[in-house]
């Protein structure tokens, strides 16, 4: 039987401005642990509405969302903050990287948050996840003077300090060029092959979605 991270059940989302819509119609899906999973579709379709289901972040819908078969739907916000943070790494289409902080400082926060280990375990732990990137040698050089590819290498870093069970990300090389894509790709593909981490990213680059594991195509708010 497969083991997944993530699942759904019927998922139905309306928007009411200004008018009623249903933008999400019974979605149901299942994501194994260890693939990179991509959701593709034309602006609108609601691939970036189910992300936020998914992720936690959006909790007025119907339907129920499992992670790592806990059922995550009609929990608290404080209890699903908690959960996010230990349970769900972020990569954005821009990074929201601090730019007064140094590289290893933003990739610290989500443990300093999530307050497991001290300090100096954190360090040590964010520069590990900045050497896994190749980004350990800019480990203390201010944010705003990377580049936008190790920018958004840095956030992958910080995405994975608390060891989440899932990496979601929206858009996460919409704003790179043609190598960093490439690059990210690459670093994504490693995270599923060598350390089996589950990966799901909505994408509206078709050739990146390619070489993903599985592709979920959306359109008018259902999978084809």
């Known amino acids: ?20 819509f249903e933008v999400l119609k019974e979605v149901s899906l299942c994501i ?13 379709c609601g691939k970036s509405t189910l992300l936020y289901i998914l ?24 209890e699903l903050s908690r959960f996010r943070n230990e349970n769900i790494g972020f990569v954005f289409q821009f990074h929201y990287l601090l730019p007064e902080f140094s590289a290893l400082e933003n990739v610290m926060l989500p443990a300093l948050k999530l307050g497991k280990l001290n300090k100096k375990e954190i360090e040590e732990k964010a520069y590990g996840k900045l050497k896994l990137l190749g980004m350990h040698e800019y480990a203390l050089k201010l944010s705003s003077k990377l580049s936008g590819g190790q920018q958004q290498r840095v956030a992958i870093a910080r995405a994975l300090i608390n060891d989440p069970k899932i990496i979601m990300g929206d858009e996460p090389t919409g704003n790179l060029d043609s190598n960093n894509t490439e ?11 060598i350390y089996h981490q589950t990966i799901i990213a909505v994408t509206h680059d078709i050739e990146f979605a390619k070489k993903s594991d599985m592709t979920i195509e959306m359109k008018d708010g259902r999978i084809l």
């Open 1 to 20: 039987m497969p083991d997944f991270a993530l699942r759904t059940e019927q998922i139905t989302k309306y928007f009411y401005d200004p008018v009623k």
């Open 183 to 193: 690059i990210v790709y690459d670093i994504f593909r490693e995270l599923t092959t």
């Open 55 to 78: 992720s936690t972040m959006d909790t007025d819908y119907l339907g129920r969302v499992y992670i790592d078969e806990k059922l995550v739907s009609g929990k608290g916000q404080s």
């Open 32 to 44: 194994e642990k260890g693939k990179f999973a991509t959701i593709t579709g034309k602006s609108g």
